[in-house]
């Protein structure tokens, strides 16, 4: 699921008016106060300190720090010199040149993963009707005498089974073992399996959101798979990073397959001139590759930075 970087554009308007509307009751330094004017548009008076405006619909969003809000203006995620320059330029800003990212760059609602091995062909359900095509595929991956031992190790009832984390973990297949098959089975018959993190690729503010995981664990997962980088064949590893009970809980939501990303594409002519920039989230689930949604960001302004835009500058009339 949870390829990097997942925004989710859609719900940003949405998500805007709602914690604009949580802010007052939140907890924690909160110092500034928001409120919706006759016009339509959402005034935040920061304690002491600026008063914002921004329509609901500029698909802007607010960013706190030290309790002060704060614009990624041109929602490029960077703190760029204007939005840490306090009032010199716009937008008014707190000048501690942090720029705390916010919620909705880890979440996504575009998340699925099709039921189904990577060449297409229906997977194995272990818990299901098929139980023999099991036996089929073990013997065929890892000859008759493995397959037996791996069959006596899982036992004949796998109903209680609720990932193929959990078949792994029970059915004491090496991680190279496991890796020639998990692509092959299922635990459910579901065409897609929506919501599941990608273990190879989530932050560790994400991997802290996985039962099992928490933020007791999150640490601990990503130095372990920065430490096996290159070698992340399945979901198994994941089984060496935590306790077998902790990763039996996390098996149902991970996954180590991505099918939605977003592209973040912003164009400039020779001179300089001409900007553009369009976000779009892709979702290669289908049978064909997405465009699940389409953001004009243009009018947030330039996003590349200071340099590039010195060096386009310094380019100016050499290029025809
Ligand atoms: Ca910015
Ligand atoms: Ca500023």
Redesign the pocket.
């Known amino acids: 699921m949870f390829g990097m970087k997942k925004i989710v554009s859609f719900f940003l308007s949405f998500l805007l008016v709602a914690s604009a509307m949580a802010i007052p009751a939140s907890a924690g330094n909160v110092n500034y106060t928001t409120e919706t004017t006759k016009e339509g548009w959402i005034k935040v008076i920061n304690e002491g300190g600026a008063i914002l405006g921004y329509s609901p619909g500029s698909g802007l969003k607010l960013i706190e720090a030290d309790g002060f809000a704060f614009k990624d203006s041109n929602r490029n995620g960077v703190l760029d010199p204007?939005?840490?320059?306090?009032?010199?330029?716009?937008?008014?800003?707190n000048q501690d040149g942090r720029l705390d990212p916010g919620l909705l760059e880890y979440v996504t609602v575009y998340s699925r993963e099709p039921n189904k091995r990577a060449d297409g062909t229906a997977r194995v359900n272990v818990k299901g009707a098929t139980a023999q095509e099991f036996q089929t595929l073990l013997q065929e991956k890892l000859g008759e005498d493995r397959a037996a031992e791996i069959q006596r190790n899982l036992g004949s009832d796998l109903s209680s089974v609720n990932s193929v984390l959990e078949v792994y973990i029970k059915s004491q297949m090496t991680e190279d073992e496991f890796a020639d098959i998990a692509d092959a089975i299922s635990v459910s018959d579901e065409e897609n399996l929506p919501g599941l993190i990608n273990i190879n690729t989530a932050p560790e503010a994400v991997l802290a959101c996985v039962p099992g995981i928490g933020t007791a664990n999150a640490a601990a997962v990503a130095a372990y798979r920065q430490s096996k980088s290159g070698s992340l064949t399945s979901v198994a590893w994941l089984a060496q990073a935590l306790d077998e009970a902790n990763a039996i809980q996390a098996g149902p939501y991970v996954t180590t397959r991505s099918y939605q990303y977003t592209a973040d594409l912003a164009a400039v002519g020779h001179d300089g001139k001409g900007y553009r920039r369009v976000r779009f989230v892709l979702d290669a689930s289908g049978e064909e590759p997405m465009i699940r949604y389409r953001q004009d960001l243009t009018a947030a302004g330039w996003a590349l930075g200071p340099e590039i835009q010195k060096r386009l500058a310094a380019m100016k009339g050499t290029i025809r």
């Open positions: 204007n939005e840490n320059d306090g009032n010199v330029s716009w937008p008014e800003d």
